[in-house]
C-alpha cells in the first residue's frame, strides 16, 4: 500500500506549510489550488484574499506588523502567472 502524499496546508499563525515550511501558499500549494479552483480563477482570489486578511490579523496577533507589500505578493500576487491565456 502506498502512501498518500501530504497536502500543503498553512499552519496558523505562522502561515508556514505544514508540509514543506515554506511561507504559504508553498508553490505545491499554488499548483494545488489552481487545480483545485480550475475553471473559477475569481473564487480563487477571494479564496486567497480572505486568506491573506487572516494572515494579516495574525501577525497582529502576534505582536508584529506586516508588510502589505510583502503580504500581497504572497498570497495574490501569482495568480497572473497561473491564468491560462484564453484562445
Known amino acids: 500500500m502506498t502512501a498518500r502524499p501530504r497536502p500543503h496546508l498553512p499552519m496558523r499563525p505562522a ?5 514543506c515550511a515554506a511561507p504559504w501558499p508553498c508553490g505545491p500549494a ?3 489550488l ?3 479552483f480550475y ?3 475569481i473564487a480563487l482570489a477571494f479564496y ?3 486568506s491573506m ?3 494579516i490579523d495574525d501577525v ?3 505582536g508584529l506588523r506586516p508588510n502589505p507589500a510583502a503580504m500581497h505578493a504572497r498570497f495574490l500576487g501569482w495568480l497572473s502567472l497561473a491564468r491560462r491565456p484564453q484562445r
Open 15 to 19: 502561515w508556514l506549510c505544514r508540509n
Open 30 to 32: 499554488q499548483l494545488a
Open 34 to 36: 489552481v487545480t483545485e
Open 39 to 41: 475553471g473559477h480563477s
Open 48 to 50: 486567497l484574499a480572505a
Open 53 to 55: 486578511q487572516e494572515a
Open 60 to 62: 497582529y496577533g502576534l
